[in-house]
Nanobody, 116 residues
């Protein structure tokens, strides 16, 4: 059983920044997804097991950056936030692939609210 602990959500004004963190109980490919009310969960960003490759959705590219440390923590730096970024953000891992293809464990979710 993989444990994921997320932190860093909260409130920001449009144009502001937040950083999310997710610590896993092992080293895996990691990613971030988000879900807002009435919408399906959508992919935000992912990073490979060794951290060599990163992927960002079109909607966040250039504003959000995923990274990871040398152990088991991934980060999502979110800059120039927009109200449409408001959602619950979920960390996920894929324990079977070097990149996130089919997440099999999920964090509890952390709320991000962007408003003035």
């Amino acid at each position: 059983q993989v444990q994921l602990v997320e932190s860093g959500g909260g409130w920001a004004q449009p144009g502001g920044s937040l950083r999310l963190s997710c610590t896993a109980s092992g080293r895996y490919a990691m990613g971030w997804f988000r879900q807002s009310p009435g919408n399906d969960r959508e992919f935000v960003a992912s990073i490979t097991y060794k951290g060599a490759n990163k992927y960002h959705s079109e909607r966040v590219r250039g504003r959000f950056t995923i990274s990871r440390d040398t152990r088991n923590t991934a980060y999502l730096q979110m800059n120039n936030l927009k109200p449409e970024d408001t959602a619950v953000y979920y960390c996920a891992v894929d324990t079977e692939h070097a990149r996130v293809e089919r997440p099999d464990y999920w964090g509890q979710g952390t709320q991000v609210t962007v408003s003035s």
